[in-house]
């Protein structure tokens, strides 16, 4: 069993940057590929990031690459997101999920809410 909590989120102008974390519970955090995914007021939940367990291996939706940058510390048992230039467009209730990349997540966090003001 894995449990996450999100972290970071908050009000910032656009062109601004954030930093949002989650710290997991449990002994296998190490064993899983983690995600972040966001969800705006009346849309479907989008992928934003995903690393695998090693953190060898970092994926990105065309439309966030080169601004969001996901990263693990296996000792802290903690994912980033490292979100640069953000726009009005990204602000959304960010989630962290835990499992296999290709597989369904199998463990998800309650979420962070990222408003980016104009």
């Known amino acids: 069993q894995v449990q996450l909590v999100e972290s970071g989120g908050g009000l910032v102008q656009a062109g601004g940057s954030l930093k949002l974390s989650c710290e997991a519970s449990?002994?296998?955090?190490?064993?899983?590929?983690m995600g972040w995914f966001r969800q705006a007021p009346g849309k479907e939940r989008e992928f934003v990031a995903s690393i695998t367990w090693t953190g060898g291996n970092t994926y990105y939706p065309a439309f966030v690459k080169g601004r969001f940058t996901i990263s693990r510390d296996n000792a802290k048992n903690t994912v980033y997101l490292q979100m640069n230039s953000l726009n009005v467009e990204d602000t959304a209730v960010y989630y962290c999920?835990?499992?296999?990349?290709?597989?369904?997540?199998?463990?998800w966090g309650q979420g962070t809410q990222v408003t980016v003001s104009s």
């Open positions: 999920a835990a499992g296999s990349i290709g597989s369904p997540w199998r463990y």
């Open positions: 449990g002994r296998t955090f190490d064993m899983h590929d």
